[in-house]
């Protein structure tokens, strides 16, 4: 199983409201959830996490995929929903996608996350102001790590 087919589950996942998926196959097994608070697990005897955490959908308590509200100040992370490459723009010679003020809504495409040669777009799934960028162009981002701030509206 590739990180194509892992992502068409993901969306019938979130298609169907599907909040628990299993698949075990000989020496692979996959196990994806959503909504929950405990963390996807992966399993193919070898062959590394990447691929799940790549794919996985980030498990938030808020009910929003991707976000978690931020305690002291009322605004909202959006965390990276996984391991890769984080950039600010489509391409070097284009504009970010973002910056500190820009309004976004929940289909926004903040910015881009490269994970095994694969460019993931990453959307706000929020409606709000950009309050903070947490992460330079161009560094290495882990799963769940938080690379903006919005505050909601």
Excluded at 57 to 81: F, Q, R, W
Excluded at 117 to 124: C, H, R, S, T
Excluded at 130 to 136: C, E, F, K, S, Y
């Amino acid at each position: 199983m590739d990180l194509k087919d892992i992502k068409a589950i993901i969306d019938l996942m979130k298609k169907n409201s599907i909040s628990e998926f299993e698949l075990e196959r000989q020496d692979f097994k996959i196990r994806l959830r959503r909504g929950g608070i405990s963390p996807q697990s992966y399993d193919d005897s070898g062959n590394g996490n990447v691929a799940a955490q790549a794919a996985a959908p980030i498990p938030v308590a808020t009910g929003n995929p991707g976000t978690t509200a931020a305690a002291a100040t009322g605004d909202v992370e959006i965390k990276s929903p996984m391991i890769g490459t984080f950039y600010r723009a489509p391409s070097p010679e284009s504009a970010n996608y973002i910056e500190i003020g820009s309004e976004v809504n929940p289909d926004s495409v903040v910015c881009i996350i490269e994970a095994m040669k694969v460019m993931n777009e990453i959307k706000a799934e929020v409606r709000g102001v950009v309050t903070a960028i947490l992460i330079d162009n161009a560094k290495p981002v882990e799963f769940g790590q938080p690379i903006f701030k919005i505050k909601p509206l």
